[in-house]
């Protein structure tokens, strides 16, 4: 989504009426999410969340289903029939959220065939309707295209190798991955072209071609297709529904397209195109870029396909990136050892430090470095002059805020530099104190470049056919600028390598001040935030999870099933590392046990655990999180937990030096051998054996299902003499959370990233909460306070640069109780005055936040009662 600007050379500026100026912010506040058109080729009709009357409907909509008459305000049922009605409500009811639409494809409607899309937004159901050209099943796509790059190991051959495979696979003339870079403009790292085409490759593209909203639709709609650039626009009547509001197409395959982006479309030779959002962690780190140079429509199932691989080829480079990272970080551990050994026996930690300055030279590509402890600066190589020192200290000083901070244009963040911009230009800052005196800097030398603009990427613009919106630039033939004053960036592994530098010398710093103090015990507290730190850091680590995405899915009943499967294996995982964690390498069995089932406490089944307190490793505690996970689901879906008067017994006991774990079912459906064996089935066999080197069967009882598992030797100990059993009714959970529901209270959702502040507030809202807010920042939080203040709030203690604690600070002073809800788990570093206060766990589910909250409000209004 470009914003309208000129390349190749600087177009003149044609006289605006002050009241409204042209500027580049004006692509930023176009409102591309209500277009109130949708594309040619497909239809559209909008209707009540009943699926009772049609309500709006593309202008379109009556020629392609057939309808002889105006559509508006028909009953659905009369326009679409009973059946299809029947199955867009299951669908729609199946469907985990507007961002990923109900799909139902090759649906017979008449004596036309077409792929269907239906979502829920903002209290209107919205069904689109294409033309469904058979081309195969999308998982079948997905799956082969997956096939091709799920052994690649290399990030750049995975970059290569998926540009070539989705030209490959859906015959566009050319296919782009595009990744953004820090400042926010564009570079194209990999290209399949046609033969005659000019190419991209190496090109940038500066940052304004994608405005901010549409970067915020490419994040909550990773698929975007565009049919025909010239094509016209289909207009959604009427324009506004009874309240005066248009109709949002945040989420429609349909949507139509800014007038703005399709005249640089053209300007392009572009007829038609496709992206593919690539998303890490949340952020937009590229897209895949498709032109094709005629108009295209490309089909749904075909849609399907590339979302499905999108979102692997994100988790896999997610994968190799981090593996790559861990590398580094391997190395830098290594190097690290000589300095973490001369330290135990050195007094002087400073000393040693500017003593050791050309051995920490060796973990960073530099020109220089220095460090200042204790008031006293060394430096090797390239450094800021003397008298400028000084100066450049107290900056870095009050922008690191105790943080790793780099530049590699540092004369545009403190303008003193420009001085000696040619003798230095990057500079790295690694403080090694809370307050930034002491720190350790490397430096890097001004590296003047040419970069290879696709088009001229300074500020000109003119205003054009479009009104007081900008035009796009005309050309792109290649504008070069040589660019001055800037050094070699520093990259995300880089500044992760500094990051654990920080990490080890701080930890020494710590452990000779506690030592000299003789606050020995102290040290070990320090440890274990140490510990846990460098673990939440590493938590991402993709290999296990890419093995249960790539794991077989032929016999899924649905995309959004798989999706729900690999969720909650994810969630499993999540669990077992949190207790790993928090239990020294290890867990409790029974703990384990009940974390797995207690989501299901909302029906009305006997759930037995009985046996010793048994202590697994690490290994152990992560295998059987996943077995039991697979049991549990299996139990809720077809067994035991299924029926209102189901059993679950969970026995075990040491034989020896092994645990013999026994699961058995009782009072559930009938059960029969199963005709096929899945993935779960398989883990729930083998993973026992396999990974443990232990024992493990599974019998499907006609009474219900059994097995028995034996964990063996060195995965497992005893912690106590006596046994202990744990009889609970599943259903005990849901009168504690009525009291909540039926108050709604204002509640105050604080998280910096967007998508999990979405999801949360769908969980909220899907349990009944109608009156949430957000808030990203700090700022925005105490604003909203002061503004309406909450009854209850779910604060995320890390906001980016800072964390949560002023306003859980504040919101005690108002006496309004809340929650953490954050990845350090319950071993969060937490400051006196907060310690005691609940926190969840990341990722959480659905139950385990509102019986946070529930328990959380009637302590509260317990407490006021009493205290009446």
Not at 86 to 99: I, K, M, P, V
Not at 215 to 243: F, H, Q
Request: glycine share 8%; with cysteine.
């Amino acid at each position: 989504m470009p914003c309208s600007r000129s390349p190749l050379v600087a177009l003149k500026v044609r006289p605006l009426p002050p009241a409204e100026p042209v500027n580049l912010e004006t692509c930023d506040r176009e409102p591309i999410h209500i277009p109130g058109s949708i594309q040619p080729h497909g239809c559209l009709v909008a209707c009540d969340i009943g699926f009772t009357r049609i309500e709006r409907m593309s202008a379109n909509a009556a020629e392609m289903l057939a309808w002889d008459d105006d559509l508006l305000g028909r009953q659905l049922a009369d326009v679409l029939g009973p059946k299809l009605l029947h199955d867009l409500r299951n669908a729609l009811a199946a469907a985990g959220a507007a961002s990923r639409p109900a799909l139902m494809l090759d649906v017979a409607f008449g004596d036309r065939v077409f792929d269907i899309a239906v979502h829920l937004h903002k209290s209107a159901v919205i069904i689109e309707f294409e033309p469904a050209p058979s081309i195969g099943q999308p998982l079948h796509i997905a799956r082969e295209m997956i096939g091709r790059i799920k052994d690649l190991t290399d990030v750049d051959r995975l970059v290569q190798r998926a540009c070539r495979i989705v030209a490959g696979t859906i015959g566009y003339d050319r296919v782009m991955i595009y990744r953004f870079e820090q400042d926010g403009s564009g570079k194209v790292v990999s290209e399949a072209k046609r033969a005659d085409l000019e190419s991209f490759l190496g090109q940038y593209f500066p940052a304004s071609d994608i405005p901010q909203q549409a970067r915020a639709l490419y994040l909550k709609n990773t698929i975007r297709v565009i049919s025909d650039a010239s094509g016209a626009r289909v207009p959604v009547e009427p324009v506004l529904d009874g309240s005066g509001e248009p109709l949002d197409l945040s989420f429609a395959h349909l949507r139509s397209v800014s007038p703005i982006h399709c005249e640089y479309l053209r300007n392009m030779g572009v007829a038609a195109s496709m992206s593919i959002s690539v998303v890490l962690d949340g952020q937009l780190w590229g897209l895949i870029a498709c032109h094709h140079y005629s108009p295209r429509a490309l089909p749904m199932a075909q849609r399907v396909a590339l979302e499905v691989f999108g979102e692997f080829f994100s988790l896999h480079l997610k994968s190799l990136k981090e593996r790559r990272r861990v590398a580094a970080v391997a190395g830098t551990r290594q190097a690290l050892d000589r300095f973490l050994i001369l330290s135990s026996h050195h007094e002087d930690v400073g000393e040693l430090l500017r003593q050791s300055l050309r051995e920490f030279s060796q973990l960073l590509a530099n020109d220089g470095i220095g460090v200042m402890v204790d008031g006293k600066w060394a430096g090797i190589g390239t450094a800021p002059p003397d008298e400028e020192r000084a100066a450049l200290l107290d900056f870095i000083r009050t922008v690191s805020e105790g943080r790793v901070w780099a530049t590699h244009a540092l004369s545009q963040r403190f303008p003193e530099a420009s001085a000696y911009s040619e003798r230095l230009s990057g500079v790295l800052a690694i403080p090694l104190s809370q307050t930034g005196s002491d720190c350790l800097l490397f430096f890097r030398k001004e590296l003047v470049q040419t970069l290879n603009w696709a088009g001229n990427p300074e500020k000109t613009y003119e205003a054009g056919p479009l009104g007081d919106r900008l035009t796009p630039r005309k050309s792109f033939a290649i504008w070069k600028e040589t660019v001055k004053a800037q050094a070699q960036p520093w990259s995300e592994a880089e500044r992760e390598i500094a990051e654990i530098v920080r990490v080890a010398i701080v930890e020494v710093v710590l452990r000779h001040n506690e030592l000299m103090a003789g606050e020995r015990r102290k040290s070990e507290v320090r440890q274990r935030m140490l510990n846990q730190e460098l673990s939440h850091r590493v938590k991402n680590i993709l290999a296990v999870i890419k093995s249960l995405v790539t794991s077989p899915q032929q016999h899924k009943n649905s995309l959004e099933e798989y999706v729900s499967t690999l969720q909650g294996r994810i969630e499993a995982l999540a669990v077992a590392h949190d207790q790993v964690v928090r239990g020294d390498g290890g867990g409790i069995l029974a703990d384990l046990l009940e974390a797995e089932l207690q989501p299901y406490r909302t029906k009305l089944s006997t759930i037995t655990l009985e046996g010793p307190a048994v202590w697994l490793d690490s290994r152990a505690f992560s295998v059987m999180a996943l077995v039991f996970h697979e049991l549990a689901t299996n139990a809720a879906k077809y067994g035991a937990l299924s029926v209102t008067a189901g059993e679950v017994e969970v026995r075990w006991t040491m034989t020896g030096q092994d645990c013999d774990v026994s699961w058995r079912e009782r009072n559930g459906p009938l059960v029969t051998l199963p005709s096929r064996r899945g993935f779960g089935s398989a883990l729930i066999e083998r993973s026992v054996p396999y990974d443990l080197h232990g024992r493990s069967s599974v019998r499907f009882e006609p009474s219900g299902l059994e097995a028995e598992f034996s964990i063996p030797s060195p995965h497992v100990k005893l912690t106590g003499s006596g046994p202990t059993m744990a009889t609970y009714m599943v259903g005990t959970a849901a009168p504690e959370q009525s009291g909540l529901i039926r108050a709604n209270p204002r509640i105050m959702i604080v998280e910096d990233q967007m998508l999990i502040a979405l999801d949360l507030e769908a969980m909220l809202s899907d349990e009944g909460f109608s009156e949430v807010s957000t808030a990203s920042s700090v700022q925005q939080g105490m604003a909203h306070i002061e503004r309406a203040a909450p009854e209850l709030a779910i604060l995320d203690i890390n906001l980016g640069q800072t964390n949560s604690f002023g306003i859980a600070a504040e919101l005690m002073r108002r006496g309004i109780p809340f929650v953490f809800a954050t990845g350090y788990g319950e071993g969060a570093d937490l400051p006196p005055e907060l310690v005691g206060v609940s926190i969840v766990r990341k990722p959480y589910s659905r139950s385990a936040m509102v019986g946070a909250l529930s328990l959380l409000w009637d302590e509260t209004h317990r407490d006021a009662r009493k205290a009446q």
